[in-house]
Nanobody, 117 residues
Framework: QVQLVESGGGSVQAGGALRLSCAAS????????MGWYRQAPGKQRELVAT???????NYAGAVKGRFTISRDNAKNTLYLQMNNLKPEDTAVYYC???????????WGKGTQVTVSS
């Protein structure tokens, strides 16, 4: 059972930056996709960015050009660099990994990001 732990959240002013990390509890050898999602109060969880096993990235329109998803396979860690943050980016951010030949789906517990105007 892979456990994912997010870190790097916090409170920043608009225009600031944060880097989120999502570390896996064990080595993962088959990665189908990895992603970041977020959920603001009163809203449904939404996709922020994904990266496939081959490295193809995809971003939600609201974050394109401001956020960058990346990974370090050697460290079993997924990252989300968030620049030019806006108040509407305020949410709990969750990482998701889909791994293995049976496409097992794992989620972290989330990290809070708060952006003030």
């Amino acid at each position: 059972q892979v456990q994912l732990v997010e870190s790097g959240g916090g409170s920043v002013q608009a225009g600031g930056a944060l880097r989120l990390s999502c570390a896996a509890s064990e080595n993962v050898f088959i990665i189908n996709s990895m992603g970041w999602y977020r959920q603001a109060p009163g809203k449904q969880r939404e996709l922020v960015a994904t990266i496939t096993g081959s490295g193809t990235t995809n971003y939600a329109g609201a974050v394109k050009g401001r956020f960058t998803i990346s990974r370090d396979n050697a460290k079993n860690t997924l990252y989300l660099q968030m620049n030019n943050l806006k108040p509407e980016d305020t949410a709990v951010y969750y990482c998701n990994w889909v791994v293995g030949i049976i496409w097992s789906d794992y989620w972290g517990k989330g990290t809070q990001v708060t952006v003030s105007s």
